[in-house]
């Protein structure tokens, strides 16, 4: 069965600072990777994604992700925060065993501070 | 476009009362999907619809129903519901490819007192 942990709850990062979000998963197929942020009462909205290919993908407002198979990881990552990019951020995993399902993490708040 | 809409945004309702949650797409999206979304619990798949036709139970089914209408819609239903259904409701679709992402809707906050 899919699965994907998030284990901070929280990050808080200065303003200019780089950011790391971190994100493991376990999949019995091939992993498809994906990032969501989410803004107060708005609907998740799609980051970035790995499918296969360059393990570093670039995706919207500067988010990047490194896909690390060996450590079943997919941290997502901002060179220079901003404190717009204070939101809950989620990772999210399918697998070619169940290719419909999406499975989600707990969710990661960040919190950029001025 | 307008995307993934979910009616309605709140509801209020009282232990044992039915309800059903309606979400409908306009993106000719052939998955649909129901999470819920509870503080420290991320969001939970519910019910998945890889087509039409087709109802899954994904992660937390219990206390629900599905319904895919037709390729556009996607409701959920709750029976009989229960303060522990207290929670925001998603709604989300996506072409079948396992490689695309899922597109959502703004969300259903309810409330069962």
């Known amino acids: 069965a899919q699965s994907v942990a998030q284990p901070e709850d929280q990050v808080n990062v200065a303003e200019g600072n780089p950011l790391t979000v971190k994100c493991t998963y376990s999949?019995?197929?091939?992993?498809?990777l994906f990032w969501y942020v989410q803004y107060p009462n708005r609907g998740l909205q799609f980051l970035l994604k790995?499918?296969?290919?360059?393990?570093l993908v670039k995706g919207s407002y500067g988010f990047e992700a490194e896909f690390n198979k060996s450590q079943t990881s997919f941290h997502l990552k901002k060179p220079s925060a901003l404190v717009s990019d204070s939101a809950l951020y989620f990772c999210a995993v399918r697998d070619d065993s169940s290719a419909s399902k999406i499975i989600f993490g707990s969710g990661t708040r960040l919190s950029i501070r001025p | 476009n307008a995307g993934v809409t979910q009616t309605p945004k709140f509801q209020v309702l009282k232990t044992g009362q039915s309800m059903t949650l309606q979400c409908a797409q306009d993106m000719n999206h052939n998955s649909m999907y129901w999470y819920r979304q509870d503080p420290g619990m991320g969001l939970r798949l519910i019910y998945y619809?890889?087509?039409?036709?087709?109802?899954d139970k994904g992660e937390v089914p219990n206390g629900y129903n599905v319904s895919r209408l037709n390729k556009r819609e996607f409701s959920l239903r709750l029976e009989s519901a229960a303060p522990s259904q207290t929670s925001v409701y998603f709604c989300?679709?996506?072409?079948?490819?396992?490689?695309?992402?899922?597109?959502f809707g703004q969300g259903t906050r309810l409330t069962v007192v």
């Open positions: 989300a679709s996506s072409i079948s490819s396992i490689t695309t992402e899922a597109f």
């Open positions: 999949v019995s197929g091939n992993p498809y």
């Open positions: 790995y499918i296969t290919g360059d393990n």
């Open positions: 619809s890889a087509s039409e036709g087709t109802t």
